[in-house]
């Protein structure tokens, strides 16, 4: 199941997106949240009515470098050989379509193109082999970089962390299994070039090691998001880009630059 959530005259709710072509898409509306036993209402409208919005509002986004060993190199790093976690605030996130606003005090914006997983239930000290129970499903994100920041600072707060870093979406697909997401196509494009493309087989840590490396020191909730990398291929963006993340079998996550007002 694709879930979305979206807003319509003023009301937020989550939905069940249906159909296989685009400009036929429609949301059956959930009764309820996604993270419980939830029932299709039967009312159903069309995508293109809505404004689609964050999946989920998590109550933290947990990020992983460096965990595509082409795209460490690619900017001069060693290969960790042990997860390496950062974090994004809630307030870096936005939905498909919100604008990416360039922050004034970065001169190098950069893209990452990542594989998110949505966690559905609360846990901690999740084993291995139950890491496939607590995840809800995945979606598409974007890890939007302060290049200069992040090597001027030596920490990644700012140069990862500021407002609108964090586009998520367009949905949560749930149908995809555990060792499905391990080997999916990744791709991301700037104005309809091709700057990124890769598989998320190609993962040193893989989603199993992440969520039981993160999980030993902390609750998850639901909603929250873990960042899985981004392959090799990062680069500049600038206002006016459209950057576009697609993800086999989830779908395409687009976004536009704009200059922060």
């Known amino acids: 199941m694709r879930i979305a959530r979206f807003s319509i005259d003023g009301n937020v709710a989550f939905g069940a997106v249906e159909g296989d072509k685009p400009d036929e898409l429609v949301l059956d509306i959930i009764k309820g949240i996604p993270f419980a036993d939830f029932e299709l209402s039967g009312t159903k409208v069309p995508l293109s009515k809505v404004r689609l919005l964050p999946p989920v509002l998590p109550n933290k986004v947990v990020a992983f470098g460096r965990n595509y060993a082409e795209h460490a190199r690619e900017l001069g790093n060693e290969v960790p050989d042990a997860p390496f976690a950062f974090f994004k605030p809630s307030t870096a996130v936005i939905g498909p379509g919100d604008a990416i606003q360039y922050p004034p005090f970065t001169e190098d914006l950069q893209h990452e193109a990542e594989l998110a997983v949505v966690i559905g239930r609360m846990c901690r000290e999740v084993p291995r082999e139950r890491v496939a129970d607590v995840v809800l499903g995945y979606t598409c994100a974007l890890d939007v970089t302060a290049r200069d920041v992040q090597k001027r600072e030596k920490q990644w707060a700012r140069a990862k962390g500021f407002d609108t870093s964090c586009p998520l979406g367009p949905w949560v697909e749930t149908d995809l299994s555990l060792e499905a997401a391990k080997d999916l196509t990744i791709q991301l494009t700037v104005n309809g070039e091709q700057r990124q ?65």
């Open 197 to 261: 493309l890769g598989r998320t087989s190609e993962m040193i840590h893989s989603i199993e090691d992440l969520v039981v490396n993160i999980s030993e020191a902390m609750t998850l909730l639901p909603g929250d998001v873990i960042l899985t990398g981004t392959p090799a291929g990062v680069g500049p963006l600038h206002v006016g880009d459209e950057v576009a993340v697609t993800i086999e079998g989830i779908g395409t996550l687009t976004n536009k630059v704009v200059k922060r007002g």
